[in-house]
């Protein structure tokens, strides 16, 4: 039933989360090693392209040898782990209907490919599943987020190995049976698309020991597509009642002129973006994937069954982040600007974040009809917001209308979506409370209604503020996104 500001009842207002960048606690309770926990934070002036995400087998081994100084701010987060009651009571405040969070993969199977589940892992995050209930709050999870466990690295060199689908799916199973009945939103891959962008990452894969990276990065894309269908049947048979969507990074194309040309590419673009949601939803590998796997010569080994599997298990619903749109054009001259996973050309019409992240509202209105013209399955925005960096003034308050600006002008374009008929489930803004970030591993590129003290190099004491958004938000929600 839609009410009169177009949004459903039961609408899923909220926020979304990752273990790694929230949890801390990397090493207790049983957990074991995983991607995140070797990333470590580079200052602003000595990142480069090769060493912000991706890692080498080296730092793995001077990380491993005690021999690295650096600091690793996804080993530390906001200290979740054991703060996770007095942060949902905050979230709870601003009247949160969901939040997203991700198991950690290796504090439930601290090598990945275990037999046995780790008993104190389960537990926690039946704590946390519990507590969120008590307030009335949905969880909505994802299987893995950028934490694949080490031990599979070392194993089978990450997603590299077929092997490791099985690991999953028996991840995934242990997971669903244990949470049954209290967890309905689930998700398998956070943005899969960056298997293909960042392989370790997106799937633990050390490239300097492959001979073809690239065209590996698309065997490991299989082996995790075939992974996200046989979770999603395994939930089928484990709770029926539960739903599973699949998460991409949405990067609309625009070309950057009317000439043709550009035209083209942005639609050649676009669909390689598409490509995972067009898996997930319409369970096949569509003929313009297959043309792009010819003309680089990549041969996928598809084994016996994999196709049946993708066809017969499509997601639910279609879940995805939207930060910002980009632009394609069959030149690589240009003024270019940094953005989500990938840079682009400069848009004259957009301004960008300080990040250099382009901030288009309209985009997130052409992106759901676009996604619901394609495929006529719920959407649901898991991830949006602004990363900024907020003062503090000196009573303790935070005035940050920037965000407060972004959020509105976002939600706005999306209840215009809703108008259009596009079915909308909710909308999570990323990072509701800061957190660490994913790209930076920066404190101070911040997106949360909720402040926590501590800065890039660790300091702080990480007592937790309200900003001027945490209001603004909660009003939102109240009126079911009436007030913006
Ligand atoms: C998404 C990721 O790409 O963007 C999150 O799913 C991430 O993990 C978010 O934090 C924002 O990116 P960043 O680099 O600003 O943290």
């Given at each position: 039933m839609q009410t009169n500001t177009g949004?459903?009842?039961?609408?899923?207002w909220g926020g979304a989360t990752a273990a790694n960048q929230i949890?801390?606690?990397?090493?207790?309770?049983?957990k074991g090693l995983s991607s995140a926990d070797f990333v470590e934070y580079i200052p602003k002036e000595q990142r480069t392209k090769d060493n912000s995400m991706e890692v080498t087998t080296e730092h793995i081994q001077k990380v491993l040898s005690g021999e690295y100084e650096g600091r690793f701010p996804k080993r530390e987060g906001i200290n979740f782990y054991y703060h996770y009651e007095e942060d949902i009571k905050l979230l709870a405040e601003m009247g949160f209907k969901a939040f997203r969070m991700s198991i950690h993969w290796s504090r439930v199977f601290p090598k990945g490919f275990?037999?046995?589940?780790?008993e104190a892992g389960l537990k926690f995050y039946e704590n946390v599943f519990k507590t969120l209930k008590s307030y009335d709050i949905e969880p909505v999870v994802t299987l893995s987020h950028y934490e694949t466990p080490y031990g599979l690295t070392e194993k089978y060199n990450g997603w590299i190995g077929r092997e490791v689908i099985e690991h999953f799916e028996h991840y995934a199973k242990t997971v669903f049976k244990r949470y049954k009945g209290l967890v309905k939103y689930w998700m398998t891959f956070n943005e899969i698309n960056i298997i293909n962008i960042s392989p370790f990452t997106g799937g633990g894969i050390l490239s300097d020991q492959l001979e073809n990276p690239k065209a590996a990065s698309y065997q490991a894309l299989h082996h995790q597509l075939v992974a996200s269908s046989l979770a999603t049947k395994a939930l089928r048979e484990i709770d029926a009642d539960a739903q599973m969507g699949c998460m991409l990074a949405r990067m609309k194309h625009y070309p950057y002129t009317c000439n043709p040309e550009d035209v083209l590419k942005a639609m050649q673009d676009d669909q390689m973006n598409l490509l995972y949601t067009d898996v997930h939803a319409l369970g096949e590998y569509p003929n313009y994937y297959k043309q792009f796997l010819k003309e680089n010569d990549i041969n996928l080994d598809i084994q016996e069954g994999d196709l049946e599997t993708l066809k017969n298990y499509t997601v639910d619903y279609i879940s995805f982040s939207y930060y910002m749109s980009l632009l394609s054009a069959n030149t690589e001259e240009g003024i270019r600007t940094e953005g989500n996973l990938m840079n682009s050309l400069k848009n004259p019409y957009l301004e960008a974040s300080e990040w250099g992240w382009q901030i288009d509202p309209i985009g997130i209105r052409v992106v759901l009809n676009e996604f619901w013209d394609r495929y006529h399955k719920p959407l649901f925005i898991v991830e949006n917001g602004l990363g900024a960096k907020d003062k503090v003034e000196e009573d303790g308050s935070i005035h940050d209308s920037y965000r407060i600006d972004y959020l509105e002008k976002h939600i706005s374009e999306m209840k215009k979506a809703v108008i259009d008929g596009v079915d909308l489930m909710g909308y999570l803004a990323w990072g509701p409370i800061d957190l660490v970030s994913?790209?930076?591993?920066?404190?101070?590129k911040r997106y949360g209604f909720i402040y926590v003290d501590k800065d890039d190099e660790g300091n702080g004491s990480g007592e937790r503020t309200r900003k001027d958004s945490f209001n603004w938000y909660k009003n939102v929600i109240e009126t079911n996104g009436g007030n913006l």
């Open positions: 949004f459903k009842d039961g609408f899923l949890e801390g606690a990397f090493d207790v309770d049983g275990e037999s046995e589940p780790n994913m790209s930076t591993s920066e404190m101070s």
